[in-house]
T-cell receptor
Framework: EAQVTQNPRYLITVTGKKLTVTCSQN?????MSWYRQDPGLGLRQIYY???????DKGDVPEGYKVSRKEKRNFPLILESPSPNQTSLYFC???????????FGDGTRLSIL | AQSVAQPEDQVNVAEGNPLTVKCTYS??????LFWYVQYPNRGLQFLLK??????LVKGSYGFEAEFNKSQTSFHLKKPSALVSDSALYFC??????????????FGKGTRLSVIA
């Protein structure tokens, strides 16, 4: 079954404590991306990757890092989380056309 | 920079009636356009896309969308709404790959409510 798996699904943490949200896909997709969803703002792209070792900024990359060392994994790293990064985060993957075709079920982060 | 507008936060329609969810876009060059649907507590699901070719695009669950270049619109339509279509719908746009940095930009979403 085609899947994009995010972990954790929920996390409450404190300002400044580094955290990583993992994302893994089993479809051998070239394209992977991260989004945050906030009320009234829709989805905003944080980073995307067209292939291994290739990453690009989306609309709201500040405060986030990503890496793409393997094709299946695309972790999102918050080096020093702040309360304005409290949000619902989605990872997605897609083929070489660069379109998200499958989304994970989301990670709800609360930064206190 | 590209942008997407979904002018209606909420659309209400009676079951069995046709539905339209509106989307307009702004992009330099030829757009890649997408529609996604989000059910409660779930990630987005892809419905359909326009890259090139026929202006009327057919997608999943009986949905279709019409690309109108002169009006820069890509409205989502369905001839007969079902209660199960009630969800949050997102339009998205991107410039073609090879145009440099090509992030995907989403609209703010339109909540569709189909009433029995």
């Amino acid at each position: 079954e085609a899947q994009v798996t995010q972990n954790p699904r929920y996390l409450i943490t404190v300002t400044g404590k580094k955290l990583t949200v993992t994302c893994s896909q089993n479809m051998n997709h070239e394209y992977m991306s991260w989004y945050r969803q906030d009320p009234g703002l829709g989805l905003r792209q944080i980073y995307y990757s067209m292939n291994v070792e290739v990453t690009d900024k989306g609309d709201v990359p500040e405060g986030y890092k990503v890496s793409r060392k393997e094709k299946r994994n695309f972790p999102l790293i918050l080096e020093s989380p702040s309360p304005n990064q409290t949000s619902l985060y989605f990872c997605a993957s897609g083929d070489i056309s660069g379109q998200p075709q499958h989304f994970g079920d989301g990670t709800r982060l609360s930064i206190l | 920079a590209q942008s997407v507008a979904q002018p209606e936060d909420q659309v209400n329609v009676a079951e069995g009636n046709p539905l339209t969810v509106k989307c307009t876009y702004s992009v330099s060059g030829n757009p890649y356009l997408f529609w996604y649907v989000q059910y409660p507590n779930r990630g987005l699901q892809f419905l359909l896309k326009y890259i090139t070719g026929d202006n009327l695009v057919k997608g999943s669950y009986g949905f279709e969308a019409e690309f109108n270049k002169s009006q820069t619109s890509f409205h989502l339509k369905k001839p007969s709404a079902l209660v199960s279509d009630s969800a949050l719908y997102f339009c998205a746009v991107r410039e073609p790959l090879g145009s440099g940095n090509t992030p995907l930009v989403f609209g703010k979403g339109t909540r569709l409510s189909v009433i029995a």
